[in-house]
């Protein structure tokens, strides 16, 4: 089983430059999530997705963008990149169907760095 | 907004002793609870959860955690620490109607020989 699928799982973007960060997962959930983790400030969410064709903005959406064309992939698009955007982005997924307190399965992250 | 706090950044425990993490939650409606550990290096996995029935409710790797809603707590436990319990462990909470995960701040854990 591949779970949630990350990649890249590192890079280093100069400021202005754009980039997406692709998320795949297979166990066919609704819900995915994008979440960026800044050391001490835990887990704050960039958006989600209730199912395909249907996004949400989270706390922290401002210089994202994503897009949900399939159940299986979300990617996040970082338009001109800022140094505040360095940090490790995880992707997640949970949920089948109406499953309310469905757990979310995540994967291995990215480790994004601007300079 | 649904939210969790969690205090203390950082735990320090004996390996052999208790470790206890706290979480509370902000709602009247009770919530559904998750705590997650973290690995270095590693995505999150969990650990255990509440969503209904008994409020005492036992994980993976001896640890358990117990919903009080007249506290508003979902307080993790392990009776006796171990040193491959060093990590970061995050309580969080989605609510009814909506699958929107939010976490707290974290615990980093450092267990002492």
């Known amino acids: 089983n591949a779970g949630v699928t990350q990649t890249p799982k590192f890079r280093i973007l100069k400021i202005g430059q754009s980039m997406t960060l692709q998320c795949t997962q297979d166990?066919?959930?609704?819900?995915m999530y994008w979440y960026r983790q800044d050391p001490g400030m835990g887990l704050k969410l960039i958006y989600y997705?209730?199912?395909?064709?249907?996004?949400d903005k989270g706390e922290v959406p401002n210089g994202y963008n994503v897009s949900r064309s399939t159940t299986e992939d979300f990617p996040l698009r970082l338009e001109l990149a800022a140094p505040s955007q360095t940090s490790v982005y995880f992707c997640?997924?949970?949920?089948?169907?109406?499953?309310?307190?469905?757990?979310?399965?995540f994967g291995q992250g990215t480790r994004l760095t601007v300079v | 907004a649904q939210s969790v706090t969690q205090l203390g950044s950082h735990v320090s425990v004996s390996e052999g002793a208790l470790v206890l993490l706290r979480c509370n939650y902000s709602?009247?409606?009770?919530?559904?609870l998750f705590w997650y550990v973290q690995y270095p290096n590693q995505g999150l996995q969990l650990l255990l959860k509440?969503?209904?029935?008994?409020?005492l409710v036992k994980g993976i790797n001896g640890f358990e955690a117990e919903f009080k809603k007249s506290e508003t707590s979902f307080h993790l436990t392990k009776p006796s620490a171990h040193m491959s319990d060093a990590a970061e462990y995050f309580c969080?909470?989605?609510?009814?109607?909506?699958?929107?995960?939010?976490f707290g701040k974290g615990n980093q854990v450092v267990v002492i020989p």
């Open positions: 969080a909470v989605t609510f009814y109607g909506n699958n929107r995960l939010a």
């Open positions: 709602s009247s409606v009770p919530p559904y």
């Open positions: 166990m066919n959930h609704n819900y």
């Open positions: 509440y969503t209904t029935g008994a409020t």
């Open positions: 997640a997924s949970g949920g089948t169907g109406a499953t309310e307190g469905a757990e979310a399965f």
């Open positions: 997705s209730v199912g395909a064709g249907i996004t």
